[in-house]
């Protein structure tokens, strides 16, 4: 509560000291409660603010997975009437085929019958007209007729179809051999059912490897521990896929802004390696499922992985005027000066260039500020600082270079004209292709000549706490200088340009060639502060 007290104003002058006393007090004490009040209440809108944004993320998340439920629901409802509609016109089919089978022989039978029935009826009326003459020579009392009646009967009898046809049907009526019995198929008809689909498998975090920007993942298959090992339910498991997508979260829900799953499908073995990532957030969590035949199961829990790494950019209000910033390349683009070859410039008016570049001398005063780097020191810092543990990056000239350096510096220890390497809080290598090769370490105004060749691939290792300072050629694996110090202040990425430029690759974890160099290159020659 405020306590304040009303009085009239020629009243006020006179208050007594005591009372005075009280009011500013109390004043005080009340502001100091309502700063108390307002600090509390702005924790709590941070809490609030937290919990809406975790809340819109899940019902996003909510609202996208009943739109997928949705869609997979009328798919899996069109292949069923597929399905059963290809089973209805197999079904169809197969009678068609059976009952074609049937009517064939029924008609195969029939035919033969028929001719049978054709012959009998023949042979029947030829044996009734030999009966009926053999009836009437009977009845011939000439004997010479009745002789030759009688071997005329004799000749057609033995002629008579009745005698040369069989008495037989040529087939019999049973159709037995075509009887069928589906109650085998009914009953596998009655089991008709989805197709089991295999159980999500588990991300085996005791085998999964994340080094050298390479992520390996291994899982397990559900139930590979049971005792029974029953795969039947659902099948052989036939290849695998897997989907993981950065964060910087531990949580599986995806925030705002990060980036949707990526896939790797049809893996044939219970682990991949995920390769050649850019390390620029906290965690990448993956997540596995299982496919049999035609099927696949649900994914797996999914999985954080932490991948540190150090990411950083260019800081572009430091750099030089001719300097150009473009994401993660520098290119130096000079603005009308007539040439940054000393020995051309030695040739041009003096007091225009110096009213172009002014000197470092005069300017000494300028030292503790960080404004943009002019004259000669064509330098751009990083935008990252470090202050303990490791780091790692690394640097790649571009085509028709001449001039580049790559170190770490103080950020206030650089004036706008110091050059890196020629000041005590700044390290470096300088490579140089202008008129003749040269490769040096540089620091505190001395530098160190390395019989090295040009390197078109630099790594730089830098652990700050152990006070380590290396650079590598990283395509030939090879150690081109290490400083030993110790570092009192953060430090920054520190870059020069001169002529060409450079492209940086960030988000690098610390590779693992680098221990070999650390265990086995200490005894090279360092230049320490």
């Keep these: 509560m405020l306590c304040v007290t009303s009085l009239p104003v020629s009243a006020s002058s006179s208050l007594p000291l005591s009372l005075s006393l009280s009011l500013s007090l109390c004043l005080s004490v009340s502001l100091s409660v309502m700063d108390s009040q307002k600090e509390a209440l702005r924790r709590i809108i941070s809490t609030l603010s937290n919990k809406n944004e975790e809340l819109q993320t899940f019902l996003e998340t909510v609202d996208s997975t009943l739109t997928g439920l949705q869609e997979e629901s009328c798919k899996v409802m069109s292949e069923l009437e597929a399905e059963l509609q290809l089973l209805s016109s197999t079904l169809d089919d197969k009678g068609a085929e059976l009952c074609g089978i049937i009517k064939e022989e029924t008609q195969r039978k029939e035919a033969e019958l028929q001719t049978q029935l054709s012959e009998g009826k023949f042979a029947l009326l030829s044996c009734e007209e030999l009966l009926e003459f053999a009836n009437q020579t009977l009845t011939i009392t000439n004997e010479e007729e009745f002789l030759k009646a009688a071997k005329q009967i004799k000749e057609r009898v033995t002629m008579a179809p009745a005698f040369r046809l069989t008495t037989r049907p040529a087939v019999s009526e049973n159709m037995s051999q075509f009887t069928v019995d589906f109650s085998v198929e009914r009953a596998g008809l009655q089991r008709l059912h989805f197709l ?124 030089h005027a001719e300097l150009k910033v473009q994401g993660d390349t520098v290119t130096w683009e000079p603005q009308g000066v007539k040439g940054h070859d000393p020995r051309l410039r030695g040739k041009e008016n003096k007091s225009s260039s110096r009213s172009a570049t002014p000197s470092p001398n005069k300017t000494a005063g300028s030292r503790a500020g960080r404004d943009r ?26 085509v028709d270079w001449k001039s580049i350096s790559v170190g770490v510096a103080y950020r206030a220890s650089l004036g706008r004209y110091d050059q890196l390497g020629k000041s005590a809080g700044s390290w470096c290598l300088h490579a140089s292709q202008w008129l003749q090769s040269s490769l040096a370490a540089k620091h505190n105004n001395r530098a160190k000549v390395l019989d090295w060749p040009l390197p078109q691939r630099i790594g730089v290792y830098c652990d700050y706490d152990n006070g380590d300072l290396s650079f590598i050629d990283v395509d030939h694996l090879r150690l081109l200088h290490s400083f030993k110090t110790k570092f009192g202040q953060p430090l920054v990425p520190a870059f020069t340009v001169w002529c060409g430029g450079i492209t940086i690759m960030t988000g690098l974890q610390v590779p693992s060639f680098m221990g070999n160099f650390l265990s086995t290159n200490r005894s090279l020659s360092n230049l320490s502060q």
């Design 196 to 319: 089991p689909v295999p159980k999500a498998p588990e991300v085996d975090m005791s085998r999964c490897i994340v080094r050298d920007n390479n992520i390996m993942v291994a899982w397990r298959p559900a139930g590979e521990d049971d005792s029974d090992g029953d795969i039947s339910v659902s099948g052989p498991i036939e290849r695998y896929d897997l989907e993981y997508r950065k964060t910087n979260q531990e949580g599986s829900l995806r925030a705002a802004g990060e980036a949707c799953w990526e896939k790797i499908c049809d893996i044939r073995e219970t682990h991949v390696s995920i390769s050649d990532l850019k390390f620029d957030s906290r965690f990448v969590v993956v997540r596995v499922r299982a496919r049999n035949k035609t099927a696949a199961g649900d994914f797996s829990e999914p999985v954080a992985l932490e991948t540190r790494a150090y990411n950083f950019g260019f800081d572009a209000a430091t750099a």
């Design 373 to 398: 780097f002019a004259g000669e020191s064509y330098t751009v810092l990083g935008d990252q600082e470090m202050t303990g543990g490791t780091y790692y990056w690394e640097l790649r000239p571009l």
